[in-house]
């Protein structure tokens, strides 16, 4: 006999459809404990969605089907969103209305101008064109968008032209997400263009923030970014490793855990 969380698939059908268009994509593990059944029972119930194309089955998950050949930025912003969200939502508290800012192009980074939609009035210097749409005409907001060679991927503008730009802006706060971390090294990229806008928005900036998963932590970069001496905040979501946790304190870096 079918135990009780088993008998309204109907009902579940529902809920997956919610939960996997919130996020985007899901595993199996993460549906059967966020509705308290079984994976098989999941398993049961995504089987009629993917038929009926509503849903694209993956390796252990379950997609949208128009995240399914998404763009490799798109996906990138599926990953760890939950993480990246929490981080984008504790920058925002920083901000107030009417301040101004610099946001450069990565994936956490524009789930932050995406909680900057409560804000009103601000000022906003970028090179990314995901954050220019997000935040413009929109709350009494000025954006500044930087030109550039533009890349097809994340939307962002690089080059000279663009550091450029960006280089004649003061602002308040800076904000930038990066690709690596580790103790000897401190924040990497890997593209030479996006660490030149990168270390550019820490600069301009009179409170300069990474944000950024502990995913990062202990990557290899190709390019060097900055120093632990170049950036005044780290927000993460979990303590870092000793050695990088000693240099933040070394060079007193306010590390701050969703």
Request: charged share 25%.
């Amino acid at each position: 006999m079918p135990s009780k969380s088993d008998r309204k698939p109907s009902k579940r059908h529902a809920d997956i459809l919610r939960i996997v268009g919130s996020e985007g994509s899901c595993t199996i593990a993460e549906l059967a404990e966020r509705l308290g059944v079984s994976q098989e029972s999941i398993r049961r119930d995504v089987r009629p969605l993917t038929q009926s194309e509503q849903l694209v089955k993956l390796h252990g998950a379950v997609c949208l089907p128009w995240h399914h050949d998404e763009a490799p930025f798109e996906k990138r912003m599926r990953e760890n969103s939950k993480e990246k969200r929490a981080i984008a939502r504790l920058a925002s508290q920083q901000v107030m209305d009417g301040d101004s800012l610099m946001l450069d192009t990565g994936t956490t980074t524009s789930l932050l101008a995406r909680e900057l939609l409560a804000r009103k009035n601000l000022t906003v210097v970028t090179n990314s064109s995901d954050v220019a749409r997000t935040l413009a005409t929109v709350n009494g907001n000025k954006v500044f968008m930087a030109g550039g060679a533009l890349d097809g991927d994340n939307g962002g503008a690089f080059g000279s032209s663009a550091v450029d730009f960006m280089a004649s802006f003061n602002v308040r706060y800076s904000f930038i997400s990066i690709g690596a971390i580790d103790a000897r090294n401190a924040a990497m990229d890997y593209r030479l263009e996006e660490a030149d806008i990168a270390r550019v928005v820490l600069r301009q900036g009179q409170t300069s923030t990474i944000v950024s998963d502990h995913t990062k932590f202990n990557r290899s970069g190709l390019i060097r970014v900055t120093g632990f001496d170049g950036f005044d905040r780290l927000i993460t979501s979990a303590i870092p490793p000793d050695d990088i946790s000693q240099q933040l304190a070394k060079f007193n870096v306010q590390l701050e855990i969703v």
